[in-house]
């Protein structure tokens, strides 16, 4: 009972957010760009409730478009992350040899690597940017789930369903998409919800070194590293994004460990 | 096991020298002109064909891979543009201040997970293990980035018991420690809580009881130290994490180690040192993760990797 009500508390905290971050130009009460130094570093005022930074930006203003940042990184490294690793792990799985060799090779060089140096030594010469960050990210983010398509194919491709399919004279490419991939959602989708969170904070440390989003345009990394030199005088500066970020996270960790329970309580 | 390491060891090569080649790569990823991108616009022509020179780069790629594979293997990873010595002795400098700091958060990750696990798998579906799994799952969501400033404010700002930063005394240590053990304190009482439910319902748990053991040395001799099998891969994994880690965490307490002068050297666009750091970083990680094959095997004979 509680683990369903902490995945609904989850959900909704993703959806609440979703729907900020689409809803961003009508919620936000400020334009999160606009400078007022007349107000810089104020802690609470009803026209700025969450205050403003050292240049007089509404805090709540760039922490909702802020967000817009995180998730659009998130979810496009995901869906690119996701769509390599499917084509590979399914090219590897289904076809094995010498392909298989090579992809798996590449995949385990890659996993050597602890993934944030990686994406942090990517976008250090690459220079820093939204699509520099989202090709760093999945540059090291396709393996995890060519690993996961490679071994659910080596266990189904063998079982009754896909033979049956090939004596019906299928191609490999229908039974990959019709026969394997529908087998295949569940535990992708869960990865994929973990691999949101790990994403989103990823941006995150990123941007906070100063190699993610380039200022003006806010992000919760961002925000926190320009609030770090104010942590004595004005400790909102980190509060804020720090709590949109953490509340994030820990509501796709949530929905994703009970996905996960509830996918291997099925499991036989 | 002497088939084993060689297997591993023959695994091991491959995947460094891929580490390798992609770490040399990354500086020809840099758009434009390199050296132009280190110097900057304003360098002239002069000083621009001199570090075009002493980094090779006036030379073909594949001449330029081949020296750089030799002068590896010799220890030689060039040289910093701005700092003076070489880039290993560069990195030796600041290296134990890394290891310190990544053994304090291992420690401390140990000193907070072992006893929650133990308690939460003990009285399962209690307060204790409810409290356990959310500390795990905050601790998992919890950024370093955000931790580190927070726990900055309450012990450094607010109750003043501990220095902001610089490495010092173990009052330095305490912070960046906790800020970096916490995610992987929050892993080991997941992974270890597992574990030792798993492990409980073991018929040798149960004989152990028939006999009339002690719960204490029940708990002790025979539940945990089984369970801590899977622990110790995780353990050696999230030390190569650590060594990742501390880039964020050096930078926010101003710890002179690895992470911090990696940083540094981004943000002057150093390259040659970028690429030496990220390199030592790397194959720490890729020659962990090998002890850690050798000694999980060692610990465990029914260990099999398809040998």
Redesign the interface.
């Given at each position: 009972m509680a683990t369903k009500l902490w995945f609904y508390i989850g959900s909704a905290i993703l959806i609440l957010l979703a729907a900020c971050s689409l809803l961003a130009p009508w919620l936000a009460p400020h334009d999160p760009l606009r400078q007022n130094l007349d107000k810089d570093l104020v802690a609470y005022s009803s026209d700025h409730p969450l205050g403003t930074d050292k240049l007089g930006r509404d805090i709540l203003s760039r922490t909702i478009y802020g967000g817009r940042i995180s998730l659009l990184t998130g979810i496009a490294t995901v869906l690119i992350s996701l769509a390599i690793g499917i084509a590979a792990g399914s090219l590897s799985g289904y076809f094995g040899g010498w392909l298989d060799q090579l992809l798996m090779r590449l995949v385990d060089i890659l996993m050597a690597f602890p993934g944030i140096l990686l994406a942090i030594a990517l976008t250090a010469v690459l220079g820093p940017g939204i699509d520099h960050v989202i090709l760093a990210l999945c540059l090291i983010g396709w393996t995890g789930y060519a690993r996961l398509v490679r071994g659910e194919i080596l266990s189904l491709r063998e079982r009754e369903f896909v033979q049956a399919a090939r004596c019906l004279g299928c191609r490999p490419e229908r039974i990959i998409l019709r026969h394997l991939m529908p087998n295949l959602l569940p535990p992708l989708f869960i990865q994929a919800t973990f691999g949101l969170a790990a994403a989103i904070v990823a941006e995150g440390s990123l941007s906070f070194l100063g190699l993610g989003v380039e200022p003006p345009t806010p992000s919760w990394g961002s925000m926190l590293n320009d609030g770090r030199q104010f942590l004595l005088v004005a400790p909102h500066l980190t509060t804020y994004p720090g709590l949109a970020l953490m509340f994030t996270v820990l509501a796709l960790n949530v929905v994703g460990d009970t996905l996960q329970e509830r996918l291997q309580s099925r499991t036989p | 096991m002497k088939q084993f390491f060689i297997r591993r060891l023959l695994?091991l090569l491959?995947?460094?020298l891929?580490?390798v080649s992609?770490?040399f790569v990354?500086?020809h990823?840099?758009?434009g002109d390199p050296v132009e991108v280190m110097l900057g616009e304003t360098a002239t022509a002069a000083d621009k064909e001199a570090l075009r020179r002493s980094l090779g780069f006036d030379r073909p790629l594949l001449t330029q891979y081949r020296s750089f594979l030799l002068n590896l293997s010799s220890g030689d990873v060039g040289r910093s543009l701005y700092e003076p010595g070489s880039v290993a002795s560069i990195i030796r400098a600041r290296l134990p201040a890394t290891l310190q700091l990544a053994f304090c958060a291992m420690i401390a990750a140990i000193l907070v997970s072992f006893p929650l696990a133990m308690l939460a798998a003990i009285r399962r579906g209690g307060w204790i293990d409810?409290s356990a799994l959310t500390f795990s799952?905050?601790g998992?969501?919890?950024?370093n980035?955000?931790l580190g400033?927070?726990l900055?404010?309450v012990f450094s700002?607010q109750l003043g018991w501990t220095p902001v930063s610089g490495r010092g005394g173990i009052s330095h240590l305490f912070l960046p420690a906790l800020t970096l053990g916490l995610g992987m304190a929050a892993i080991l009482v997941r992974i270890l809580r597992a574990s030792v439910l798993q492990v409980i319902h073991q018929d040798y748990v149960r004989t152990a009881r028939a006999k009339g053991l002690k719960e204490s040395r029940v708990w002790l001799k025979h539940v945990l130290r089984n369970a801590l099998l899977s622990v110790i891969t995780i353990l050696s994994l999230q030390f190569?994490?650590l060594?990742?880690?501390s880039?964020?965490t050096e930078?926010?307490f101003s710890w002179p180690g690895i992470g911090r002068l990696?940083?540094q050297a981004?943000?002057t666009r150093d390259?040659p040192l970028?690429q030496g750091c990220?390199l030592m970083?790397?194959t720490s990680?890729?020659l962990i993760?090998f002890v850690t094959d050798l000694l999980y095997k060692l610990i465990d004979p029914r260990v099999s990797y398809g040998d």
């Open positions: - | 695994l491959p995947t460094l891929g580490a992609l770490v990354l500086v990823l840099i758009p409810r799952l905050l998992l969501s919890l950024p980035f955000w400033p927070l900055m404010i700002i190569g994490g060594l990742a880690g880039l964020i930078t926010i990696t940083v981004i943000q390259y970028v990220v970083i790397a990680y890729v993760n």
